[in-house]
């Protein structure tokens, strides 16, 4: 940190003038690369002129109130997971980020927990353990709270209590006017209440979210890894459990179709779970049937298995997102898409030093009846809009080099455009939802929640962000601005 006379930037100075001068990281700053190097993807590690680490909702509103009085561009990181240059960090500009509002606070009056923007989901479960309690949080432990939750967020509970953001009881968030209001299920500002369940970042920033929490206890689950000849059969499997997973909405699913050489190359993937500790749950009769090279399924914790989705740090992610019906023929395309852009990435890469996958996540009607269960007020993802059950997919290539990521990024965008052109040759295949948390920055997001949702968001940012500061000063994320009526 530099003295408040020596300081190097402009933006600095407005920073320390509202009195956050000791807040403030420079280029110079051994903490300033730390904070940098912790960003999950390489891509999103811009260089900011400075990252300003409030303390409290109070300093974020300071921090705010400065950057928009002096009109300076900002971005607003908490876990830093998202993986597109520009969503969670800026060039040039201040960074607000928010790594140090990460506490969890269990309140044993009502069963909720209040968890900081810049938690990670590991601690998040770690501390509510302590009280028998979780919630409806990330399946990958590193990632962070505010983006996961803000975006969505795709659960392992997701089928029996709606989207993470569907328990979401209260919001604590920072206004562009610096003023730090509470939405509330039922109470004050119901319509930023709602907006904010998928809106992502058009409104200010969220400096605590209340949730509610349910029992922990131990599961049952893991990961098996099939050989490629089992992909169709796999994908059989996959389309059988979205059918069927309002039977036994404690379990859980997906399908990964992959070029992983810690596997050894090409494989197919299924992690599932059953949250009630349920031994090989009926509902994946046929997962568990197919030809596997090994597999972990044990009971165990919940802490255990967020390990096997993580996906390792400092590559260049390359990310796009598509729905589509629950079709064995479209997901078959899919994969077998996947398996000729590996072979591509395999020619293209010499030292081999890269991952590519596409994972297959159920989305059955489901999820919607249980959003509104879990949610009278509603959320704007709009997936209500979906008349069958559906296929999330999420593609991905992860590479060494920002030349690489270049060279691979049309590929991966041209998968989801051709399993896109597929689907549409089937009655309902392509359905139009992009989900925020795995989209590509130039996806069409919020335009894909309908008319109705756009509606709302836009009306949300306008009443609570009239000068539209979070449109104009603060590029990353998907802006409600941006959607064409
Ligand atoms: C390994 C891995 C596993 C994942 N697993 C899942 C999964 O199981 N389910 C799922 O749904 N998604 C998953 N994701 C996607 C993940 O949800 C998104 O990347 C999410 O944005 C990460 O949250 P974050 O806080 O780390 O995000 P960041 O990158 O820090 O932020 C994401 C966006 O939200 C904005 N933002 C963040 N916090 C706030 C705030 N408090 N107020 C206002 N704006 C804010 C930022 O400005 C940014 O635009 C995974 C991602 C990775 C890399």
Known sequence: MAGVDSLPNPQAEWL??????????????????????????NSAKLRPSCI???????????????????NQ???????????????????????????????????????????????????VYAELERHGRTVSGGREAEVGVGGFLLGGGNTFYTSRYGWACDNVVAYEIVLADGSIITAEAGGRHTDLFR??????????IVTRFTMRTIPSGPIWGGLALHPLDAVPAGVDALVDFTTNNASDPYTNMQFVV?????????????????????????LLQKSLALPEIMN??????????????????????IWFTLTIKNDASIVRKAAALHNEMAKELQAGIPDQDFTSHVSFQPVPRLFVQQSHAANSSGNVLGLEQNTYDAILIQASASVRTA????????????????????????????????????????????????PENVGRIREAALKYD????????????????AVKD
């Not at 907006?195 to 200010?204: E, H, I, S, Y």
């Not at 972990?296 to 992610?317: D, G």
């Not at 009239?466 to 601005?481: A, D, N, W, Y």
């Open 195 to 204: 907006a904010l369940k998928g809106g992502g970042n058009n409104f200010g």
């Open 258 to 282: 992959g070029h992983q050489p810690r596997f050894g190359g090409g494989v197919g993937i299924t992690i599932a779970n059953n949250m009630l500790a349920v031994e090989k749950p009926p």
């Open 16 to 41: 320390a003038q509202s009195g956050l001068e000791s807040r403030v990281l420079f280029p110079a700053d051994a903490a300033y690369a730390t904070r940098i190097d912790s960003y999950w993807c």
């Open 73 to 123: 561009p900002f971005a607003v990181r908490a876990g830093g997971h998202t993986n597109w240059a520009g969503s969670n960090n800026i060039a040039d500009g201040v960074t607000i980020d928010l790594g140090l509002l990460n506490s969890t606070q269990y309140d044993d009056t009502n069963q909720t927990a209040h968890l900081g923007p810049g938690g990670k989901w590991k601690d």
């Open 52 to 70: 300003v680490q409030p303390h409290s909702a109070y300093e974020v509103s300071r921090a705010v109130t400065a950057l928009a009085k002096t």
């Open 296 to 317: 972990n399924y044990k009971t165990t914790t919940l802490q255990e298995v967020l390990t096997y989705s993580s996906l390792p740090p400092n590559y260049y992610n």
């Open 403 to 450: 030349e690489l990521e270049a060279w691979a990024r049309p590929k991966v965008c041209a998968l989801v455009d051709e399993v896109r052109t597929f689907a549409s040759s089937i009655e309902g295949g392509a359905v139009p939802w992009v989900y925020l948390n795995y989209a590509h920055s130039g996806q069409e997001v919020l335009q894909s929640y309908g």
């Open 466 to 481: 009239p000068e539209g500061v979070f449109q104009r000063l603060c590029p990353g994320g998907f802006k409600i601005s």
